[in-house]
T-cell receptor
Framework: DPKIIQKPKYLVAVTGSEKILICEQYLGHNAMYWYRQSAKKPLEFMFSYSYQKLMDNQTASSRFQPQSSKKNHLDLQITALKPDDSATYFC?????????????FGKGTRLTVV | GDSVTQTEGLVTLTEGLPVMLNCTYQSTYSPFLFWYVQHLNEAPKLLLKSFTDNKRPEHQGFHATLHKSSSSFHLQKSSAQLSDSALYYCALSEWSNNRIFFGDGTQLVVKP
């Protein structure tokens, strides 16, 4: 059974619209992340959360807003979608506290903006 | 700032030959190094990571040695298998935080 659930698996959106990518993890981890993978940039760090608090934001655009309603949830809201936002978005998690802990990835949401 | 460099974008070799994927890094402090592997249409997953006591990590026939003097953590395997074809990421993190810096990745293609 997948321990990190991302929904939907595939998503097609119209330019200018808004979408929310869902992520839930059942590993008991305290830290959660969003990464983006596209042809232009292989695996790009976006956000990190620890105990539901934003720790690191490497996304220049405010159109990307993570939302943590529960300890094991970290959704990603994207507004005013652009074709350049087309990518696979991976949610990930790890145990907080030590830098050498393994990061576990979900299967990703493949977003296509038309 | 912290960064990871993987010089090869694509490595193609014949089954049975040795594999070596290069990884060098820049870090302010003593980092932890990782190799992640991503097969087609799958999520990245951990292949191996460096130890604090300088033991050489090994997994699925792959190994890597952290050389602090040259800031390198090259991935090696003595004999490539067809199933090794995948995208390999070298990654780095600091003790004080969980943010992982990924390199650009090396696509390994193993041919019969």
């Amino acid at each position: 059974d997948p321990k990190i659930i991302q929904k939907p698996k595939y998503l097609v959106a119209v330019t200018g619209s808004e979408k929310i990518l869902i992520c839930e993890q059942y590993l008991g981890h305290n830290a959660m992340y969003w990464y983006r993978q596209s042809a232009k940039k292989p695996l790009e760090f976006m956000f990190s959360y620890s105990y539901q608090k934003l720790m690191d934001n490497q996304t220049a655009s405010s159109r990307f807003q993570p939302q943590s309603s529960k300890k094991n949830h970290l959704d990603l809201q994207i507004t005013a979608l652009k074709p350049d936002d087309s990518a696979t978005y991976f949610c990930a998690s790890s145990q907080e506290g030590q830098g050498n802990t393994e990061v576990f990835f979900g299967k990703g949401t493949r977003l296509t903006v038309v | 700032g912290d960064s990871v460099t993987q010089t090869e974008g694509l490595v193609t070799l014949t089954e049975g030959l040795p594999v070596m994927l290069n990884c060098t890094y820049q870090s302010t402090y003593s980092p932890f190094l990782f190799w992640y592997v991503q097969h087609l249409n799958e999520a990245p997953k951990l292949l191996l990571k460096s130890f604090t006591d300088n033991k050489r990590p090994e997994h699925q026939g792959f190994h890597a040695t952290l050389h602090k003097s040259s800031s390198s953590f090259h991935l090696q395997k003595s004999s490539a298998q067809l199933s090794d074809s995948a995208l390999y990421y070298c990654a780095l993190s600091e003790w004080s935080n969980n943010r992982i810096f990924f390199g650009d990745g090396t696509q390994l293609v193993v041919k019969p």
